[in-house]
């Protein structure tokens, strides 16, 4: 159940964020914005606890960890921006050039180049395990 909410309040956020983008309405940016990074932040914490322990190899273990850190790391960011935005008063550790070079670099690098070489990493540690498997039998 809590994937699919997971799942569901990424796919709604998103869209509703770039309408709310679109069409100047604060008030369905920060719906969107909220929504995705509540959404993102719990898969990331279910993932820390259901997904990193079950993948084999240390080093991909390590990197999806730091991946998924830095996501809600990113998110972390994108939450008080969004709420300042809808108050008109947006606190000066998240204003939108700080937000956006912090948000954007844990998303690019943190998120999605680690996260990419966390299962890489997986599926080689993976191929490794069952070749040994098949070298012992």
């Known amino acids: 159940f809590r ?3 997971f799942r569901s309040g990424v796919c709604l956020g998103v869209p509703l964020l770039a309408t709310g983008l679109s069409l ?3 008030t369905l940016q920060v719906a969107g914005a909220l929504l ?3 959404s993102l932040g719990g ?3 279910f993932s820390l606890f259901m997904v990193v322990p079950r993948l084999a190899g240390w080093a991909s273990r390590m990197l999806l960890t730091l991946a998924l850190g830095c996501a809600i790391w990113s998110m972390h960011h994108a939450g008080p921006h969004t709420m300042g935005v809808a108050r008109g008063a947006v606190p000066r550790l998240y204003t939108r050039p700080r937000m956006e070079h912090i948000h954007g670099l844990l998303n690019a690098l943190g ?3 680690l996260g990419l070489l966390a299962w890489v990493a997986a599926g080689r540690a993976e191929l490794s395990a069952s070749k040994r498997v098949e070298d012992v039998r």
């Open 3 to 5: 994937r699919v909410l």
């Open 24 to 26: 100047r309405s604060k």
């Open 36 to 38: 995705l990074a509540f």
């Open 43 to 45: 898969f990331c914490f």
């Open 111 to 113: 998120f999605s180049l």
